[in-house]
C-alpha cells in the first residue's frame, strides 16, 4: 500500500531518484527539474519494496471538480508488478475523498514513441478515456493526449 508522504525534501529526493531513471519517458533535463520542484507541495504518495521507493505518483487540482495525475514514475524493473496500480489506487481514493468528481492525465498521443503507447494503454486500463489532443501544447513532437475518468 503506498504511503503519503507530507516532507517536501523527501517528495523532491524520491521523484529526482526515479525520474532520472526513466531517460525514455523523462528525458528532457529542464522539464524533469519542473516536476521534481512540483513534487514538493502537491498530494504525493510513494510505493516501497523493502524500504526503496520504487515507484510515486503526484496530484495537482487543475479545478474544483479535476485533479490531474500530474506525474507519475515506476523503476523499471518494477513495472508490470502492480505498483502502478497501487499508487493509482491510493490517488483514486483521496480524489473521491476531497469530493473531486473527474480525474485526468496528460501523455504524448498515441503513434509517436513505443514508450509511450504503453503508457496510454496502461491508462486506458485504468479506465481513462481520450478527451482531446493538443498538437503543440508541448511541442509538434510530443503531441499532448488528455485523458478523463470520472472519480
Same mark, same amino acid.
Given at each position: 500500500?503506498?504511503?503519503? &508522504?507530507? +516532507?517536501? /525534501?523527501? *517528495?523532491?529526493? &524520491? +521523484?529526482?531518484? &526515479? %525520474?532520472?531513471?526513466?531517460?525514455?519517458?523523462?528525458?528532457?533535463? /529542464?522539464?524533469?527539474?519542473?516536476?521534481?520542484?512540483?513534487?514538493?507541495? %502537491?498530494?504525493?504518495?510513494a510505493e516501497y519494496r523493502?524500504?526503496?521507493?520504487?515507484?510515486?505518483?503526484?496530484?495537482?487540482?487543475?479545478?474544483?471538480?479535476?485533479?490531474?495525475?500530474?506525474?507519475?514514475? =515506476?523503476?523499471?524493473?518494477?513495472?508490470?508488478?502492480?505498483?502502478?496500480?497501487?499508487?493509482?489506487? +491510493?490517488?483514486? /481514493?483521496?480524489? *473521491?475523498?476531497?469530493?473531486?468528481?473527474?480525474?485526468q492525465v496528460k501523455t =504524448?498521443?498515441?503513434?509517436?514513441?513505443?514508450?509511450?503507447?504503453?503508457?496510454?494503454?496502461?491508462?486506458?486500463?485504468l479506465g481513462f478515456r481520450?478527451? /482531446?489532443?493538443?498538437?503543440? %501544447?508541448?511541442?509538434?513532437?510530443?503531441?499532448?493526449?488528455? %485523458? &478523463?475518468?470520472?472519480?
Open positions: 500500500m503506498p504511503a503519503i &508522504i507530507q +516532507s517536501p /525534501e523527501e *517528495k523532491a529526493a &524520491i +521523484s529526482a531518484q &526515479i %525520474l532520472r531513471s526513466l531517460p525514455e519517458w523523462f528525458g528532457l533535463p /529542464e522539464s524533469t527539474a519542473e516536476y521534481i520542484e512540483a513534487c514538493r507541495s %502537491l498530494p504525493f504518495w523493502d524500504g526503496t521507493p520504487v515507484g510515486f505518483l503526484a496530484m495537482r487540482e487543475t479545478g474544483p471538480y479535476t485533479a490531474e495525475l500530474y506525474v507519475m514514475g =515506476v523503476l523499471k524493473e518494477y513495472h508490470r508488478q502492480g505498483v502502478g496500480r497501487a499508487l493509482f489506487s +491510493s490517488f483514486q /481514493e483521496y480524489a *473521491k475523498a476531497k469530493g473531486y468528481e473527474y480525474l =504524448v498521443d498515441a503513434g509517436r514513441y513505443p514508450e509511450y503507447d504503453r503508457t496510454r494503454l496502461f491508462y486506458e486500463s481520450k478527451l /482531446e489532443t493538443f498538437p503543440t %501544447l508541448w511541442d509538434e513532437w510530443n503531441p499532448c493526449l488528455v %485523458l &478523463i475518468r470520472s472519480v
